[in-house]
């Protein structure tokens, strides 16, 4: 009887160990890592939605938007403690994108185009896994 409680024990408290050391590592960098929908209710009208392709080449960011089927090119995204900061221009427009990751699957941030902040939510696009 003694032996059963001792197990459970164990394997409770080293599940529980495992959950916070995976809590504790919070977000990496390989986590922004991905294609994303994002929103912009308050931008100009056609620029309130589109995707975002962000990808890692060595340890530096970059990002491709689609916004109404154009793309734009992200050269460097930089990283500073928990925010991403890039710099790009919209049809002449230089924009000024601040983000943080919310969760796993969000990040949210402010757009500046010329002294207009627009908040900006990214929604990760989950590829659905096929069951066999």
Do not use: H
Not at 45 to 63: D, F, M, P, R, V
């Amino acid at each position: 009887m003694m032996k059963t409680n001792m197990g459970k024990v164990f394997t409770t408290l080293l599940c529980m160990m495992m959950c916070l050391s995976l809590y504790a590592q919070g977000f990496t960098p390989d986590m922004v890592v991905g294609l994303w929908n994002f929103s912009a209710p308050n931008a100009p009208y056609g620029y309130q939605e589109g995707t975002c392709q962000i990808k890692k080449t060595g340890e530096n960011l970059s990002a491709v938007f689609t916004i109404s089927g154009t793309e734009m090119t992200v050269k460097e995204i930089k990283k500073e403690s928990n925010t991403y900061k890039c710099n790009f221009y919209v049809d002449g427009t230089y924009v000024s994108l601040i983000f943080k990751q919310e969760d796993k699957n969000q990040l949210v941030g402010k757009a500046n185009a010329e002294g207009m902040v627009i908040p900006i939510t990214f929604t990760k696009i989950i590829k659905a896994v096929q069951a066999r």
